[in-house]
T-cell receptor, first 112, second 115 residues
Framework: GIQVEQSPPDLILQEGANSTLRCNFS?????LQWFHQNPWGQLINLFY???GTKQNGRLSATTVATERYSLLYISSSQTTDSGVYFC??????????????FGKGTKLSVIP | DGGITQSPKYLFRKEGQNVTLSCEQN?????MYWYRQDPGQGLRLIYY???????QKGDIAEGYSVSREKKESFPLTVTSAQKNPTAFYLC??????????????FGQGTRLTVV
């Protein structure tokens, strides 16, 4: 099946620092999304970004579908940015079916 | 407001009991999905459905069952055959099963604990 590799698996930042999270895909990127999982487990949709670049406040994301990767940038990090970040691709998985495939996540800890 | 609703938020089950987790969406989405998440782990696909009255097993379907009798509803039953059901369960939906513009929406999750 389609593989989604996220890096780094863990990241510790000082408040105010910038960071880049990455997702690599083994197959075509169709409907890529980035999520932040809050302490209660809810997945907060950050970006729906099948291609190109989007920005929302201190966060931005870029997907280069032809090279099968996506990047999530967090600038001027805050302690509230802590949590787990997932990328997800909705892509054809064979036999006429599509699946939502997740990376294993990046656990971000922002310290004051 | 359109969205996807899971209930209950917390659920406690005695060993040997079956329990059913509810997932309802009013987004008119064709496809729906169930995921399981264990502490500190990623999301694993249990079952998915691309259309009413049809569903497929995901990676960890053993011990679970689903139905899709209505477009808006995709309940998940955790049976007594599931050896370790304590986990966080997430339901998702997409407008259709493939192609472009299939942004996924997630419910708030159900935390199941076996007591």
């Amino acid at each position: 099946g389609i593989q989604v590799e996220q890096s780094p698996p863990d990241l510790i930042l000082q408040e105010g620092a910038n960071s880049t999270l990455r997702c690599n895909f083994s197959d075509s990127v169709n409907n890529l999304q980035w999520f932040h999982q809050n302490p209660w487990g809810q997945l907060i949709n950050l970006f729906y970004i099948p291609s190109g670049t989007k920005q929302n406040g201190r966060l931005s994301a870029t997907t280069v579908a032809t090279e099968r990767y996506s990047l999530l940038y967090i600038s001027s990090s805050q302690t509230t940015d802590s949590g787990v970040y997932f990328c997800m691709n909705n892509a054809y998985s064979g036999a006429g079916s599509y699946q939502l495939t997740f990376g294993k996540g990046t656990k971000l800890s922002v310290i004051p | 407001d359109g969205g996807i609703t899971q209930s209950p938020k917390y659920l406690f089950r005695k060993e040997g009991q079956n329990v059913t987790l509810s997932c309802e969406q009013n987004l008119n989405h064709d496809a729906m999905y169930w995921y399981r998440q264990d502490p500190g782990q990623g999301l694993r696909l249990i079952y998915y459905s691309q259309i009413v009255n049809d569903f497929q097993k995901g990676d960890i379907a053993e011990g679970y069952s689903v139905s899709r009798e209505k477009k808006e509803s995709f309940p998940l039953t955790v049976t007594s055959a599931q050896k370790n059901p304590t986990a966080f369960y997430l339901c998702a939906s997409t407008p259709w099963a493939g192609g472009l513009n299939t942004e996924a929406f997630f419910g708030q999750g159900t935390r199941l604990t076996v007591v």
